[in-house]
């Protein structure tokens, strides 16, 4: 169940939930679900929502990883031109099944218990932290690259989750990268054009690639730990 929230948490938790509504990603439910729900500092100074489904998770059967590790950029031919892209809010354009949405139900409570808690569940995003949203994530994009890759059969393309690599010898990379903004957006996903690589050097899941060389991105420790951002940086560095 929800606990209680400190005061000055709520209106942020609130303004969060409203945001999430006015973005289709919520709904107002009715569900006997009720898991609880928190709000983080980013780096940025903005507020991220957050929802604990450890419970959900403890009763769910896993579906398991799709890929045992991640692909590895040496394969790629030396001299090869790359294109890198990221999907924008990945999880939150993949719908959720109907028949499961209720199972994410979260309350808003209020202050002082003025009123009645408000709930919503989540409908058209996979659920952070179900554990099987990395794997459906993983499905459902692989699902939407199959006509990318029906277009450019001699291209290597990796996918890992929401990061994306295209390469060739000869590759115009603006050809291609509308090519694939078209065919990804007919199945609901869409490129974040901020995170588009077309030149060295390239970064893709911890690998700094130029056109002869593969070496790790160099590794920053944040040694002093003040939030929890700070922790979720190092647990990911390391």
């Known amino acids: 169940d929800q606990g209680p929230l400190a005061k000055e948490k709520l209106p942020i938790i609130q303004q969060l939930v409203q945001e999430q509504l006015e973005e289709g990603h919520i709904k107002p439910s009715t569900s006997p679900w009720n898991t609880p729900i928190f709000a983080i500092p980013k780096k940025s100074g903005k507020w991220r929502l957050l929802h604990d489904l450890h419970a959900v998770n403890a009763v769910m059967l896993s579906m398991g990883a799709l890929q045992p590790g991640l692909p590895s950029p040496i394969m790629i031919p030396e001299s090869w031109n790359l294109l890198i892209i990221d999907l924008k809010d990945c999880f939150f354009t993949i719908p959720s099944h109907p ?46 690259l199959e006509p990318v890759r029906k277009q450019f059969p001699e291209y290597i393309i990796y996918h ?39 030149s060295a050097p390239w970064k893709y899941l911890g ?25 979720q940086k190092l647990v990911g560095d390391i």
């Open 99 to 144: 028949h499961d949405t209720s199972n994410f139900a979260f309350f808003v409570p209020s202050v002082n218990k003025a009123e009645p808690y408000k709930r919503y569940e989540w409908v058209f995003c996979l659920p952070q932290g179900m554990k099987n949203s990395p794997t459906m994530c993983q499905i459902y994009v692989a699902w939407a």
């Open 160 to 198: 890992y989750m929401d990061d994306i690599l295209v390469a060739r010898k000869q590759l115009d990379c603006v050809t291609v990268l509308k090519t694939m903004t078209v065919l990804l957006e007919k199945r609901g996903l869409k490129i974040a054009p901020d995170k588009v690589q077309s």
């Open 207 to 231: 690998w700094q690639i130029d056109q002869s060389v593969v070496k790790p991105q160099k590794l920053t420790i944040i040694t002093e730990i003040k939030t929890v951002h700070n922790v």
